[in-house]
C-alpha cells in the first residue's frame, strides 16, 4: 500500500509540473572556471554547467554524488551504494583519474590512489557555494588530469551581514543523522567564515546477500567535515586569504562482491590548507597562491571474524601529499584579454601492507616516491562586436621523470544577435603517469609516457535572460598512449605500459524552461567508446591489435528530468527522474557482466515558514527500484530524508 501511495503521488505531482520562472536569478550566470577570471557564460565557448547556491539549497537531502549524477555527460558511480563507498567522476566516458576536482580554483589529488582520483565522500554539499563542471580537455589552464575536465567546487563565502548563523539538522533512513553549522560575517576590513558538519549513519550491507540467508551485517559511517577562512582586506586594491579544511571519515566495508565481513573498516582523513593573494591593478587582477593536501587511508582487518581463510590481520596504509603553488594574471586591452600564469606541483606517497595468516606474516617493502611538475602557460581571447570570438592557448609542461609535453586550445565561437551561440573547441590535454604507475615495486614502469588526448567538441547553445536555455554539443576524444595494466601468464609478471589508443564520442542534449511557477530541466548523454591495444580486456596479450568496448560502468544512454513547481512563495515541490541504460562491468579472467538499465523516481517538498526557517522532505527511488552499479554490491532501495534548516 505504501508503495502504490507514492507512485500515484509521483505521477500527481509529474502531470502537474511544466516550468517555473525566477526572476532573482538569469540562465546567462557568471563562472569563473571557464578562462580563471569572471565573465558571463554567453562569452565562452567553452561547454559550462553550473550547479548554484539556489540549486544545492533545493537538493538539501542529497549527497554530492547524487547530485553530480543527474548532470549532463557525469556518471559516479556507487553514488547511491553504502555509506563510505569510495566515490569518483567520470565524464564523457573518461576515467575517474581523468577529471580533475579543483577546490576554489585549486587541483585537487590523491597521489596514494592507482590514478590520482580525488574521494567524494570528503565533501559536505551544505559547505559548497556553488559548482562548476567545465567539460573537454582543459590541460591549458589546469594542467595534468584535466582530460576529460574539471569539477570547480567552490565553497561557501561569507553573506552580507555583519555576522551570519546558518545551520540545518537531517534525519532519514539507515538510521542517519546529520548536522550542519556555519558562522561568518564581514566588516571593512574582514571577512570570515567557519563551517562544521556531522554525519553518521548505521547504513546497509554494502556487500549483496544473493540468498538472503547470510545475515550479512549493516556497513555505516560516521564523518566530520570542518572547513574555515579569513580574507583581510589590506586596501582597495590587495586582499590576502588564509584557509584551512579537515575531512575524516570512517566507514564499514565488505571483504569483496556477495561477500560479507563483520570487522573491515576504512579510516580516511584529508586535510588542506593555504592563502591566496589577490592584487587588482589597472587592467585586470594578478593572483599568487599556496595550496597543501594530505591524504590518509587505512584498511584495516583484524579478522576476528575471518571472511578469507588465507588473512588472519591485514593493516593497508596509503598516504598522499600535494604541494601547489601558482601565479596568474589577466589583462583587458581592448578586443584582447590576455591569460598568463604558472605552476608548480609536488606530489608524494607514502604506502605499505602488513598481513598475517597461516603461511606466516607478508611485509612487501613500503613505497616512498616524489614526482614533481613545472608549468607556464598562457591564453588569448579575442572578441569583437559582430559577435565572432576566439580563445587560443598553450602550456609547457616539465616532469620530474619523463621530462617535457606541450598542449594547445582553440576555441572559437559565434555569439549571434538572437542569443544564439555557435562553437567548435579544439584542445590537447594530458596525463602524467601516476606514482603508483610509476614506482609501484610489482607493476610499476618508470619508463611510462603521458596519456596524450586530442579532444573535439562543436554544438550551438540558445539564451534566453529569465526563461529559456538549450544546448547540443557533440564530442570526440582521441586519446594516445593510454596506460594499461598488464599480465603475463607464464612469468606471473605484471606491468603498466603504455599500450592503448582510445576513442570515445558521443553527444549531449540539455534545456531549461520556466514560465510562471514552473521550471523543468532535462537533459539527455549518449556515449560510447572502445580501445584498441594489443592486450584484451584482463591485460593479457593476444599477440595482434584489437579493438573492444571498456567504458565500464557507464551508460552508453542517460537521461535526467527534474520539474519544480512552486506552488505559493513559501512552497515549492519538485519531481526528478533518473534512468540509466544498460552498462557492462569488467569480470577479472571472463567476459564483462552487463548491468541491466534502470530507472529512480524521487520527490522533493520544502516549505518556509518564515523569513528564517524552513523545512523539508526528500523521498527518493519511490519505486522501490532494485538495480546495481557494482555487481555485487547493494544500492539504496526506497528512502528519505527530512530536516529543517534555520538563519540568524
Known amino acids: 500500500?505504501?508503495?502504490?501511495?507514492?507512485?500515484?503521488?509521483?505521477?500527481?505531482?509529474?502531470?502537474?509540473?511544466?516550468?517555473?520562472?525566477?526572476?532573482?536569478?538569469?540562465?546567462?550566470?557568471?563562472?569563473?572556471?571557464?578562462?580563471?577570471?569572471?565573465?558571463?557564460?554567453?562569452?565562452?565557448?567553452?561547454?559550462?554547467?553550473?550547479?548554484?547556491?539556489?540549486?544545492?539549497?533545493?537538493?538539501?537531502?542529497?549527497?554530492?554524488?547524487?547530485?553530480?549524477?543527474?548532470?549532463?555527460?557525469?556518471?559516479?558511480?556507487?553514488?547511491?551504494?553504502?555509506?563510505?563507498?569510495?566515490?569518483?567522476?567520470n565524464i564523457r566516458g573518461g576515467s575517474a583519474g581523468n577529471t580533475l576536482i579543483l577546490i576554489d580554483g585549486m587541483p585537487l589529488y590523491d597521489p596514494s590512489a592507482n590514478n590520482n582520483y580525488f574521494d567524494l565522500n570528503f565533501f559536505d554539499i551544505d559547505q559548497i557555494e556553488r559548482i562548476e563542471i567545465l567539460k573537454g580537455g582543459q590541460s591549458t589552464l589546469y594542467g595534468s588530469d584535466a582530460v576529460s575536465g574539471v569539477v570547480n567546487i567552490i565553497t561557501k563565502r561569507p553573506g552580507t551581514e555583519k555576522t551570519v548563523f546558518n545551520a540545518n539538522?537531517?534525519?532519514?533512513?539507515y538510521?542517519?543523522?546529520?548536522?550542519?553549522?556555519?558562522?561568518?560575517?564581514?566588516?571593512?576590513?574582514?571577512?570570515?567564515?567557519?563551517?562544521?558538519?556531522?554525519?553518521?549513519?548505521?547504513?546497509?550491507?554494502?556487500?549483496?546477500?544473493?540468498?538472503?540467508?547470510?545475515?550479512?551485517?549493516?556497513?555505516?559511517?560516521?564523518k566530520h567535515v570542518v572547513n574555515g577562512s579569513v580574507e583581510w582586506i589590506l586596501n582597495k586594491k590587495m586582499k590576502l586569504k588564509v584557509f584551512g579544511a579537515f575531512s575524516h571519515y570512517k566507514a564499514d566495508i565488505d571483504a569483496g562482491a556477495f561477500t560479507d565481513d563483520k570487522d573491515f573498516t576504512v579510516t580516511n582523513n584529508d586535510a588542506r590548507s593555504g592563502a591566496g593573494l589577490q592584487y587588482r591593478h589597472d587592467k585586470g587582477t594578478m593572483h599568487v597562491n599556496y595550496f597543501f593536501n594530505y591524504v590518509g587511508r587505512v584498511y584495516l582487518d583484524d579478522s576476528s571474524y575471518r571472511s578469507n581463510p588465507f588473512n588472519d590481520f591485514s593493516r593497508a596504509v596509503y598516504i598522499g601529499r600535494t604541494h601547489f603553488a601558482e601565479w596568474y594574471s589577466n589583462w583587458l586591452w581592448g578586443k584582447w584579454e590576455l591569460l598568463t600564469g604558472v605552476d608548480f606541483r609536488m606530489n608524494n606517497t607514502l604506502q605499505h601492507y602488513f598481513s598475517t595468516g597461516p603461511f606466516g606474516p607478508y611485509n612487501p617493502p613500503a613505497l616512498n616516491k616524489m614526482i614533481s611538475q613545472f608549468s607556464p602557460y598562457a591564453s588569448a581571447v579575442y572578441k569583437n562586436?559582430?559577435?565572432?570570438?576566439?580563445?587560443?592557448?598553450?602550456?609547457?609542461?616539465?616532469?620530474?621523470?619523463?621530462?617535457?609535453?606541450?598542449?594547445?586550445?582553440?576555441?572559437?565561437?559565434?555569439?549571434?544577435?538572437?542569443?544564439?551561440?555557435?562553437?567548435?573547441?579544439?584542445?590537447?590535454?594530458?596525463?602524467?603517469?601516476?606514482?603508483?604507475?610509476?614506482?609501484?615495486?610489482t607493476a610499476g614502469n618508470k619508463d611510462l609516457l603521458p596519456e596524450k588526448g586530442i579532444i573535439t567538441?562543436?554544438?550551438?547553445?540558445?539564451?534566453?535572460?529569465?526563461?529559456?536555455?538549450?544546448?547540443?554539443?557533440?564530442?570526440?576524444?582521441?586519446?594516445?598512449?593510454?596506460?594499461?595494466?598488464?599480465?603475463?601468464?607464464?612469468?606471473?609478471?605484471?606491468?603498466?605500459?603504455?599500450?592503448?589508443?582510445?576513442?570515445?564520442?558521443?553527444?549531449?542534449?540539455?534545456?531549461?524552461?520556466?514560465?510562471?511557477?514552473?521550471?523543468?530541466?532535462?537533459?539527455?548523454?549518449?556515449?560510447?567508446?572502445?580501445?584498441?591495444?594489443?592486450?584484451?580486456?584482463?591485460?593479457?596479450?593476444?599477440?595482434?591489435?584489437?579493438?573492444?568496448y571498456n567504458l565500464y560502468r557507464i551508460p552508453k544512454n542517460a537521461f535526467n528530468l527534474n520539474v519544480i513547481y512552486k506552488a505559493t512563495g513559501d512552497l515549492l515541490i519538485s519531481a526528478q527522474i533518473h534512468a540509466s541504460g544498460e552498462r557492462e562491468e569488467f569480470i577479472y579472467g571472463g567476459p564483462p557482466e552487463k548491468l541491466k538499465s534502470y530507472t529512480i523516481v524521487s520527490v522533493f517538498g520544502e516549505y518556509r515558514l518564515n523569513r528564517n526557517f524552513k523545512i523539508f522532505l526528500d523521498l527518493k527511488n519511490i519505486t522501490n527500484t532494485k538495480y546495481f552499479d557494482f555487481p555485487g554490491y547493494n544500492t539504496k532501495r526506497f528512502n528519505f530524508t527530512t530536516g529543517v534548516s534555520f538563519s540568524l
Open 1 to 89: 500500500m505504501k508503495k502504490r501511495f507514492f507512485i500515484v503521488a509521483a505521477v500527481f505531482i509529474s502531470s502537474q509540473l511544466s516550468a517555473q520562472e525566477d526572476t532573482t536569478k538569469t540562465l546567462d550566470e557568471v563562472v569563473i572556471t571557464a578562462n580563471k577570471y569572471p565573465q558571463k557564460q554567453s562569452e565562452t565557448g567553452k561547454v559550462v554547467t553550473i550547479i548554484n547556491a539556489q540549486q544545492l539549497e533545493q537538493n538539501k537531502g542529497r549527497t554530492l554524488g547524487e547530485l553530480l549524477n543527474s548532470v549532463a555527460g557525469v556518471t559516479i558511480p556507487g553514488a547511491d551504494n553504502a555509506p563510505g563507498t569510495n566515490l569518483t567522476i
Open 175 to 222: 538510521n542517519t543523522f546529520k548536522q550542519y553549522a556555519g558562522l561568518g560575517g564581514r566588516n571593512k576590513k574582514m571577512n570570515y567564515l567557519m563551517n562544521y558538519s556531522h554525519l553518521s549513519s548505521t547504513g546497509f550491507s554494502s556487500a549483496y546477500d544473493s540468498t538472503g540467508k547470510q545475515d550479512f551485517d549493516n556497513d555505516g559511517i560516521d
Open 457 to 548: 567538441e562543436a554544438g550551438a547553445e540558445i539564451f534566453s535572460s529569465s526563461s529559456f536555455h538549450a544546448r547540443v554539443t557533440g564530442f570526440y576524444h582521441d586519446s594516445k598512449n593510454t596506460i594499461l595494466y598488464t599480465y603475463d601468464p607464464s612469468t606471473f609478471k605484471s606491468l603498466y605500459v603504455n599500450a592503448g589508443d582510445q576513442k570515445d564520442y558521443g553527444a549531449e542534449a540539455e534545456i531549461t524552461y520556466k514560465i510562471s511557477r514552473w521550471e523543468l530541466s532535462a537533459n539527455y548523454t549518449y556515449t560510447n567508446g572502445k580501445i584498441t591495444s594489443v592486450y584484451d580486456g584482463t591485460g593479457v596479450s593476444t599477440g595482434k591489435d584489437s579493438s573492444y
Open 169 to 173: 539538522f537531517t534525519a532519514g533512513s
Open 385 to 441: 562586436k559582430k559577435g565572432l570570438n576566439l580563445e587560443l592557448g598553450s602550456r609547457w609542461n616539465h616532469h620530474s621523470v619523463y621530462g617535457n609535453n606541450f598542449t594547445f586550445t582553440v576555441n572559437p565561437f559565434l555569439m549571434m544577435k538572437n542569443n544564439v551561440k555557435l562553437f567548435a573547441n579544439l584542445y590537447s590535454a594530458y596525463k602524467t603517469p601516476t606514482l603508483y604507475q610509476l614506482f609501484d615495486p
